[in-house]
């Protein structure tokens, strides 16, 4: 897998360690976990770097020392319900709880290198919104060599990354700079082969929104196959 983080963002001798897969939403026995990734040629060791969810608090957890990850290989933390350590063999269980927990609803998960010294200027993560229950959000790179995490469809935590969830419905069609101001619009697109609901359907008034012209659809839409809303 490329490395795709420009060498001259990394500090000169801190290797790239990526934040790979995130498990955000689950039930139990299902628990959540986080998936780091060494692209590099050489084991890295890890021991004293930090996972956070909060990038304005970066030093909320500190990797146990000798907490190494083989060349090309993938760690995996779970989290801990019970506090029982024969639970999770990678990590303490203070690792989830009292260090920090992931919102189902939305969260941000960044590692950073440091050393003994303290931190030394590498970061790597996300930050993530609601996610379905059993769904993981995984790493992706793009044309444009640009890393992107979107929900997976299906969850490879200890192995390389499946493709992700294709969308049912997308956003066809903009114009936000109109000759007349008021015909700003947002076509969407269903190019599933079934009905999409726009609302739960387990709770009607939760509808649908797009983000951005913060337009929440009313109660009871839906879009057929192939169909569009403008």
């Known amino acids: 897998m490329a490395i795709q983080i420009p060498r001259w963002l990394v500090p000169d001798g801190v290797p790239i360690v990526y934040v790979n897969e995130v498990l955000t939403h689950t039930d139990w026995p299902q628990v959540d976990a986080i998936e780091l990734f060494n692209p590099n040629a050489q084991a890295v060791d890890i021991g004293g770097w930090y996972l956070t969810d909060d990038p304005g608090t970066p030093t909320k957890y500190r990797l146990p020392n000798n907490?190494?990850?083989?060349?090309?290989?993938?760690?995996?933390?779970?989290?801990?319900?019970?506090?029982?350590?024969?639970?999770?063999?990678?990590?303490?269980?203070e690792f989830f709880g009292s260090a920090f927990s992931l919102s189902s609803t939305g969260d941000e998960i960044y590692l950073y290198s440091a050393d003994s010294r303290g931190?030394?200027?590498?970061?790597?993560?996300?930050?993530?919104?609601?996610?379905?229950?059993?769904?993981?959000?995984?790493?992706?790179?793009?044309?444009?060599?640009?890393?992107?995490?979107?929900?997976?469809?299906?969850?490879?935590?200890?192995?390389?990354?499946?493709?992700?969830?294709?969308?049912?419905?997308?956003?066809?069609?903009?114009?936000?700079?109109?000759?007349?101001?008021?015909?700003?619009?947002v076509e969407i697109w269903n190019v599933s082969g079934r009905t999409v609901l726009l609302y739960d359907q387990a709770n009607p008034l939760?509808?649908?929104?797009?983000d951005g012209m913060n337009f929440d659809f009313p109660a009871g839409e839906s879009l057929a196959p192939g169909e569009v809303a403008l």
């Open 119 to 185: 931190l030394t200027g590498f970061r790597n993560g996300f930050g993530f919104r609601g996610a379905a229950n059993g769904v993981s959000f995984s790493r992706l790179t793009n044309s444009a060599g640009e890393d992107r995490y979107a929900a997976s469809s299906s969850n490879t935590l200890g192995s390389a990354n499946a493709d992700p969830v294709m969308p049912e419905i997308v956003i066809s069609e903009i114009m936000y700079h109109p000759q007349d101001p008021t015909a700003e619009y």
């Open 67 to 93: 907490t190494s990850i083989p060349a090309n290989a993938y760690l995996v933390i779970l989290e801990d319900n019970d506090g029982d350590p024969a639970n999770n063999a990678s990590l303490p269980p």
């Open 206 to 210: 939760n509808t649908w929104r797009l």
